[in-house]
Structures are given as C-alpha cells and as structure tokens.
C-alpha cells in the first residue's frame, strides 16, 4: 500500500515510442484507447503498470522516472543503437546504492535507468 503502481509516459508517436519501448525494455505494449496504450512490464500483473499517453509535445513536468536494467552502459548503448541521445552517461550513486544514466527520445522525452552494477 501506498506505493507507486501506474506510471504514464508522455510520446508524440505512439507507435514510434511503443516500438522503441518493446524493442529496449521487451515492454508489452497495446492499445487501449485513443491516445494511450498500456504497457505491461514483466507480465506482473501485481507490479508497477505503465502507459504511453499521445501528446502535442513533450513537456518536461519535473518528475523522473527510472528503469532497472541490468547494467546502465549496455542498456544506455542500445539506446542510442535505437535512436536515443544519451543526456547522462552512467555515474555512481553516493553510499554504493548503484548507477543512474538517462536517456532522450527523439520527441523530448527524458528516461533514467538505474542498475545495481
């Protein structure tokens, strides 16, 4: 209880940004309705749930989200093998809690990833 469970990802291109998604992070990625597509990440349907929202443009709102990938380089470098600009290389975190990198879509939205390694 009282924790996070739906996060909304903000694209110009939905199908652009659901194809990206699927191919980086292996997201199931669908339609719901017009405009927003659900994302179920790692089939558990108990854990965090996710959607992609079709906006006008990207605004940054001042919120980050992160993703847990296995090692922020490798995860940073196929971002970019898919189109991402990397805004963030990979940095320690104080007190050894992991690493943090992030990345920038085409249309402006910003993703951070976060790995133990």
């Known amino acids: 209880m009282n924790t996070f469970c739906h996060i909304e990802l903000t694209t110009t ?32 349907s108990g854990g965090v749930s996710g959607a992609l929202i079709q906006v006008n443009s990207v605004l940054d709102s001042g919120a980050q989200n992160y993703v847990h990938v296995d090692d922020v380089a490798d995860a940073l470098n196929k971002a970019k093998s898919l189109g991402a600009k990397v805004t963030d290389e990979k940095r320690p975190l104080p007190h050894e809690m992991g690493f943090i990198g992030m990345f920038e879509l085409p249309d402006g939205y910003k993703l951070g990833l976060f790995s133990r390694k």
């Open 13 to 44: 291109d939905l199908e652009k940004a659901a194809s990206f998604y699927r191919t980086m992070f292996g997201w199931k990625i669908d339609p719901m309705s017009e405009g927003y597509w659900m994302i179920t990440l790692n089939g558990d």
